[in-house]
Every structure is written in structure tokens, then in C-alpha cells.
């Protein structure tokens, strides 16, 4: 960790740029990750910092998505291995859903120490990518998944995606959850429920959700599911980077 104060006045954010900085040290997370990182913070400069109602109202219909899927997998990648390594394990728990290490940049290093890092913050199931599933509809390295992990199931979480992947996935009939905070990105678009919020918010408040709702009635989870909208949380929410009028309703 840096010498940052806690009393300085972007203590947090600075907090979250020493654990991506740990993680690119450690292999977890790729070069590329700083990059990612940095595009992720100048959004969430302009949303305020906190999660506002667009990122609420995803959040809640995430949660019953998840808890209505037949098969729930949680992917993850170098930054979000490096950012939320304990709460991926705890949504994991809660959810009975297999984590699977899915990576875009290549590295078969990378994604084992990614693996031993969610085992060493308590995730039970961790799968790995193999070459007997191959994702259709995309040829990066991101194509090669667990049979009985992504290859199978119905309702995928994809945090921080750069997009060909979530596109593939939902051509091969699945629905995708995402978190990212650029509400302009292909994949905040061609997602089924996208979380415009910063990932370190978002997990906490998704497992809360997740919580609060798992002795729901289906019918109470389709409804939350079917009053999301979501050209309207993207329209709320862009509208919200550009400085329009959310800031008041939220
Ligand atoms: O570990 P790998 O090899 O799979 O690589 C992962 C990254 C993230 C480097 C890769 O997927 C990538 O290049 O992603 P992009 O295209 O930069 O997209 C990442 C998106 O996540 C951008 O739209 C960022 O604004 C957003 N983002 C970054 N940090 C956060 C975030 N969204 C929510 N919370 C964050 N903390």
C-alpha cells in the first residue's frame, strides 16, 4: 500500500488505485487493467462517486436475475480479482453459483494466481478456462471456458467486459449481467441488465440485494425482473454522465 493519508481528500479512490497497482505486481491483474481502471474512474467522477438510482434499480433486478437463473456462473478477470476477491466469493456462496477465471489478455499464469487469489479470500468453487467448451461467435481467449461452468449457463455475471464476449454470449441465447460504469460501452448496450456503478459499490449493495430477496416468490422476481428497463437505466444514466437532470430525481 501507498503512504496516503487517510485524511486525504481522495483517500478512497487513491485506495483503489494501490490494489489494481498490487494486482498488476502480484500477476493478477493484466498492464492493460491500469488502463481500464483509469477510464472506470473518470466515469465515476462524473456519476459523483455514489451510487445513484440508475445503479440502485439495475442492482435489485440483478439480484433477482441471478436468484431466478437455473445456472448462475460469476466470471472474473484481472480486475475484479484484484478490486472485490472476498465479495465475488460471498455472491458466489450465496448464490450456490460456480466462480469461472475468464480472461481476455492471455496468460495461463495470470489466471491461476487470479484462482489462488479467490481461494485465498474464501471462494469454495473456482473454474477454470479448458479447451474442451468453446464459447461460439468470438475467437479472443476469451472463448475458452468451463463445460460446466460459462459453457452451460443460463445467466452469466461479466463485471468490467470490453464487450465481445457479452455479444457472443447473448447470440448463444444467454443473458448477461454487467457492471461497468461507462453506460456507452458495447457491452453496457448489448447487456441484458447492466449495473452503471462502480464495481466496489456494487457488491456489496448486489449481495445485500441478493439477500434480501432469496426467499422471495418467483413472482416477485419476475416482476422486479420485467419492471427493469433497460434503455431507460442507460438513457438515465448517460444522461447523468453528460450532467443532465438525474441528479435530482436521485
Ligand atoms: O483481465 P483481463 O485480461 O480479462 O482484462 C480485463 C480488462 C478490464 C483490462 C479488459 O476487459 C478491458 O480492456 O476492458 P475495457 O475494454 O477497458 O472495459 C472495461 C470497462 O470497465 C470500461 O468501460 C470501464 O469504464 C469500466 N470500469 C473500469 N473500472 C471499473 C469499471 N466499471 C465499474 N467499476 C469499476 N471499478
Redesign the pocket.
Known amino acids: 500500500m501507498s503512504d496516503v493519508p487517510a485524511s486525504h481528500p481522495r483517500y478512497l479512490s487513491l485506495t ?1 488505485r494501490d490494489r489494481i497497482v498490487a494486482g498488476v505486481e502480484r500477476g493478477i ?2 498492464p ?2 491500469l ?3 483509469g ?3 473518470a ?2 467522477y462524473l456519476i459523483g462517486e455514489r451510487t445513484r438510482s440508475f445503479g440502485r434499480r439495475a442492482t435489485r433486478a440483478a439480484a433477482a436475475l441471478l436468484l431466478q437463473a437455473k445456472f448462475p456462473v460469476l466470471s472474473v ?3 475484479t480479482a484484484a ?1 472485490v476477491p472476498a465479495e465475488l466469493g460471498e455472491l458466489a456462496k450465496s448464490l450456490q453459483a460456480p466462480l469461472e477465471v ?4 492471455a496468460s495461463k499464469a ?1 489466471e491461476q494466481v487470479i484462482r489462488d487469489q479467490l481461494i485465498a479470500h474464501g471462494a469454495q468453487t473456482v473454474l477454470m478456462p479448458t479447451d474442451q467448451a468453446q464459447l461460439d461467435f468470438i475467437e479472443s481467449n ?1 472463448r475458452f471456458v468451463h463445460p460446466q461452468g460459462i459453457y452451460r449457463a443460463d445467466v452469466i455475471f461479466v ?5 465481445d464476449r457479452c455479444q457472443a454470449l447473448r447470440r448463444m441465447g444467454k443473458k448477461v449481467v454487467t ?4 453506460p456507452l ?1 458495447r ?2 448496450r448489448q447487456s441484458s441488465i447492466t449495473i452503471v ?4 459499490r ?1 457488491m456489496p449493495n448486489l449481495i445485500n440485494e441478493v439477500s434480501r430477496l432469496k426467499d422471495d416468490k418467483a413472482s416477485t422476481l419476475t416482476e422486479i425482473i420485467n419492471a427493469y428497463n433497460h434503455q431507460q437505466i442507460l438513457a438515465a444514466a448517460e444522461r447523468a454522465v453528460r450532467g443532465g437532470n438525474e441528479l435530482k430525481n436521485s
Open positions: 483503489l491483474t493484466s492493460h487493467g488502463i481500464a481502471h477510464r472506470g474512474e466515469y465515476d478477470n484481472g480486475n478490486l475468464n480472461i481476455f489478455h495470470r476469451r463485471p468490467l467486459e470490453d464487450g457492471v461497468d460504469l461507462n460501452s457491452t453496457a456503478d462502480n464495481l466496489v456494487v
